[in-house]
């Protein structure tokens, strides 16, 4: 990559560093937050699954709004600079709540915000950097966002159980960092997908010039060519299984293993030290031997690792089976994402099919661990493991169709 390219990954990353923080430290403690009010681990499951729900509706409509906005800061940025301090201000409120209905109105609230950050934060991506470079791109992204986990465990670990709220506030103030420097350093109106989208605008006249949310629906459900419809079916499935594993760590440490909320929420910590290393790697193999083939192989490894830590369920079997699990996962997180950038018909619309992948990714992770949650409440904790591999097992049958269309398909943008 050129530099500009290399820099503006790194504010892209930054951005994306901050508000993962965020979130991870949320799927960490949140649920501690309210297993203080509720008692079903069902109820847990889909309460933190709530925000994924939420994503489902928001994502995809502000990432159409971000495509059809044109200022002289950009289509994303200008709400990045408003969103990015709200949500701060909403996350760092949630261990003040006293009540359910408290704690689950500050859930709402952050989840809509934060909700709005993501896609735009991502499209960023394919609007700043070349097709064939994405998978290198979205790996440094991806390298940043790992990088929280490692945050939100150190938190869990040294903060957490001496300052139960002042923890929550670490998180925030990242995000109000960030949101100066990107305020200061990024105008997306200078990107290539930006300046191209002017340019389609001109083309296509006044008339034409706005691309509705349901038109490109419309066009991805009539087109003949399904690999699109099936990429975003792999994308849930494979979503259902991630969210569970990582939303409902912290009580399976707790209750399984005996651990501490502080210590249950450090299990992941090493997990994202092996993601790191991975992600790179993951880009580089995807473009010499198909994204595919190694989106494939990750699912795989993840299911794999999930039969292994239903099997040993002590501490370090635990922590190093989740280290290969997200080893697993980085090999599809890196690619799924490219791939559905590639296969967007126009650089008009890159932003809503940034949240058609989310629609996808948070359908899977509203309804897995709510399915999960209810699987632990008729078998016990001790199978958590054992019914996140089952259906992490599903994502593979769809990949399997999709692999035989894209065999038949002359559009090579999976390989």
Request: aromatic share 8%.
């Amino acid at each position: 990559m050129t530099e500009a390219p290399r820099r503006i990954t790194l504010f892209i990353a930054l951005t994306l560093f901050a508000q993962e923080a965020a979130w991870n430290f949320y799927d960490n403690q949140v649920p501690v937050l309210l297993r203080e009010h509720v008692a079903s681990a069902a109820l847990v499951g889909a309460l933190m699954g709530m925000d994924n729900l939420l994503g489902i509706f928001v994502q995809p409509w502000i990432g159409n709004r971000s495509d059809n906005t044109r200022t002289r800061w950009g289509r994303r940025v200008p709400y990045l600079a408003v969103g990015m301090p709200l949500a701060a201000l909403l996350f760092s409120f949630l261990p003040w709540t006293n009540s359910a209905a408290m704690l689950i109105a500050v859930m709402v609230g952050y989840a809509l915000v934060a909700n709005t950050m993501r896609p735009l934060s991502e499209s960023l991506v394919p609007d700043f950097i070349a097709p064939e470079r994405r998978s290198r791109a979205n790996a440094i992204v991806k390298i940043a966002t790992a990088l929280t986990i490692i945050v939100a465990s150190l938190i869990s670990i040294f903060v957490i159980d001496e300052h139960p709220r002042a923890a929550f506030a670490i998180p925030s103030a990242i995000l109000l960092l960030v949101t100066a420097v990107v305020v200061v350093k990024v105008r997306d109106n200078r990107s290539a997908a930006y300046q191209a989208a002017e340019a389609e605008d001109a083309t296509a006249g006044p008339e034409a010039a706005r691309i509705p949310f349901r038109q490109v629906i419309t066009e991805l459900i009539t087109d003949h060519d399904r690999r699109r419809l099936l990429l975003l079916l792999t994308i849930m499935l494979f979503g259902g299984a991630w969210f569970a594993s990582r939303s409902l760590v912290t009580p399976y440490g707790m209750e399984t293993l005996g651990l501490s909320r502080g210590e249950a929420g450090g299990l992941t910590l090493p997990s994202g030290i092996a993601y790191v290393i991975a992600a790179y790697p993951a880009a580089l193999l995807a473009e010499r031997l198909g994204r595919l083939r190694i989106m494939g192989a990750g699912m795989a490894l993840f299911a794999g690792a999930m039969v292994a830590g239903a099997l040993f369920r002590t501490t370090t079997a635990t922590v190093v089976v989740f280290c290969v699990a997200a080893v697993g996962a980085a090999a599809f997180l890196i690619n799924a994402a490219v791939a559905l950038w590639n296969l967007a018909p126009s650089s008009r619309v890159l932003g809503t099919y940034t949240g058609l992948y989310a629609v996808s990714w948070y359908l899977g992770g509203f309804g897995g661990p709510a399915l999960i949650g209810g699987a632990v409440d008729l078998t016990g904790w001790n199978l958590l493991m054992l019914h996140i591999a089952v259906l992490a097992v599903l994502p593979l049958l769809a990949l399997l169709r999709l692999g035989r269309l894209q065999s038949l398909a002359v559009t090579p943008i999976l390989k």
